[in-house]
């Protein structure tokens, strides 16, 4: 049984310092991974609100939270180049998360379609910039998500898209229309969102996530961890997560081996839906219904 592990990185210092070190912890458990990359400017600090509830501090820092604002936001892609290269040589998978992560984050949900595709051509132009080839798999800045882009996921080549929450492998449908560039979800609750907003309660997230998990449906799971929190302070509770998964016999792997092992032909319609994300009032794209079930 296979869990895809989706890996996001936010920040200059999230690429720069958490990726090589979960490079190194992967390498450890025999895991693989998809690393989704911010391409351009670091601007965090124009959408500290949309992090995830950790202490926040200590997981980004207190440059990355300026960065954007008082600070100006480095480019991720021109200065971690070498990092996102190194990635690719080792085995996994790099994908495109945003080329500015934060302008993602402020303007997608409501964005048109002029904006929403000049937004996911600049991190394609990037990405193929930095690895001389095509990403093949999207991942959206906090599954947000609108109508243009889902059909840009189909337009520009990729292969697969992970940019929802739900359950199993889909084709989504937007008002009716399909949308041929299948989505993997995330199928599982974040570290951060099973633990105390002071990082207190890690050890019953981890436990709550391999009881999750004991009892596999047919397609598997897909994990979604981010580079400056389990590439740093909770790095040891990522190591216990992988060795747990381990243990239950899954198949730690990137999105695109995940998906290698899909019929994809027969992989269901489900329409897309906006919900509030767990534990907060933001919006985000979910595997809905069944499409004419």
Request: hydrophobic letters at 40%.
């Given at each position: 049984m296979k869990l895809a592990l989706?890996?996001?990185?936010?920040?200059?210092?999230?690429?720069?310092?958490?990726?090589?070190?979960?490079v190194e912890l992967l390498k450890q458990h025999r895991a693989g991974a998809t690393f989704l990359f911010t391409l351009g400017a670091d601007h965090t600090g124009r959408a500290i609100g949309a992090l995830p509830g950790v202490a926040r501090l200590r997981c980004y820092g207190l440059a990355t939270l300026l960065a954007g604002t008082l600070l100006p936001g480095a480019d991720i892609g021109a200065r971690c180049a070498d990092v996102m290269r190194r990635?690719?040589?080792?085995?996994?998978?790099a994908g495109i998360q945003a080329y500015d992560r934060a302008g993602w984050l402020r303007h997608a949900a409501r964005a048109d379609d002029t904006w929403t595709r000049t937004a996911m051509r600049r991190a394609r132009d990037r990405f193929e910039e930095i690895f001389g080839t095509g990403a093949l798999t999207h991942g959206a800045a906090g599954w947000r998500m609108n109508r243009y882009a889902f059909r840009h996921t189909q337009r520009l080549g990729f292969r697969h898209g992970s940019d929802t929450r739900g359950r199993c492998p889909f084709v989504?449908?937007?008002d009716g229309e399909?949308?041929?560039?299948?989505?993997?979800?995330?199928?599982?609750?974040?570290?951060?969102?099973?633990?105390?907003?002071d990082g207190t309660g890690t050890d019953h997230a981890v436990q709550r996530l391999l009881e999750l998990t004991r009892d596999p449906p047919a397609t598997g799971h897909v994990y979604t961890?981010?580079?400056?929190?389990?590439?740093?302070?909770?790095?040891?509770?990522?190591?216990?997560?992988?060795?747990?998964?381990r243990a239950l016999g899954y198949e730690l792997v990137s999105l695109r081996d995940y998906a290698s092992g899909l019929d994809l032909a027969r992989v269901?319609?489900?329409?897309?839906?906006?919900?509030?994300?767990?534990?907060?009032?933001?919006?985000?794209?979910?595997?809905?219904?069944?499409?004419?079930?």
């Open positions: 989706r890996v996001e990185a936010a920040s200059l210092r999230g690429t720069r310092d958490g990726v090589p070190r979960l990635v690719r040589d080792d085995g996994h998978e989504p449908i937007l399909i949308v041929a560039c299948p989505q993997l979800p995330t199928t599982l609750p974040t570290l951060d969102e099973l633990m105390g907003a961890l981010r580079a400056e929190i389990e590439g740093a302070e909770f790095a040891p509770a990522l190591g216990e997560l992988l060795a747990g998964w269901p319609r489900h329409v897309v839906v906006e919900e509030a994300s767990p534990g907060s009032r933001t919006v985000i794209s979910y595997q809905g219904k069944e499409f004419l079930s």
